[in-house]
């Protein structure tokens, strides 16, 4: 799996104008799924993405978690995150999972967040979709797992 994770102030998805999911400060997630992931795997991104440490302390140092802050999770599936641009001008989709393997996969993320206690929105899946934010810092960060 791979994650683009930003550290956002606010962050909302909607499709065809209907908003889906807003959060305030926290994380927006766009997850992408490959052939070898399973539910250990998401399991494994959830846990990271919640205690992953790249909020301030009191002394302005990355040290805090979203699980410490109470920070809030918008998670977005992405399959262009595995898009193959080392030839020609055209990505491939190859590595991306088929929507039948990843959709369940990113919804385990999900569930596996709340199991957790954070709060999470969601897109909607395979769904033309409008994500917007206000990335905090900027912050981002691509978790390979």
């Not at 799924?33 to 993405?49: E, F, I, Q, R, Y």
């Not at 002394?59 to 978690?65: F, H, I, K, T």
Request: a negative charge.
């Amino acid at each position: 799996m791979r994650a683009l994770v930003q550290r956002v102030s606010e962050a909302a998805v909607t499709v065809g104008g209907e908003e889906l999911g807003r959060i305030g400060p926290g994380l927006c997630v766009l997850v992408g799924v490959t052939h070898t992931d399973d539910g250990a795997v998401a399991a494994t991104l959830a846990s990271k993405l919640w205690t992953l440490r790249i909020f301030d302390d009191e002394q302005g140092v990355m040290n805090l978690s979203a699980a410490d802050v109470g920070g809030e999770v918008l998670v977005v599936s992405q399959f262009t995150l595995y898009g193959d641009t080392r030839k020609g001008r055209r990505p491939s989709w190859v590595a991306a999972a088929r929507p039948e393997q990843a959709e369940p996969l990113v919804a385990a993320v999900v569930d596996e967040l709340r199991a957790l206690g954070a709060r999470v929105a969601t897109g909607r899946f395979g769904a033309d979709m409008a994500v917007s934010l206000v990335n905090d810092g900027p912050v981002t960060l691509l978790l390979e797992l």
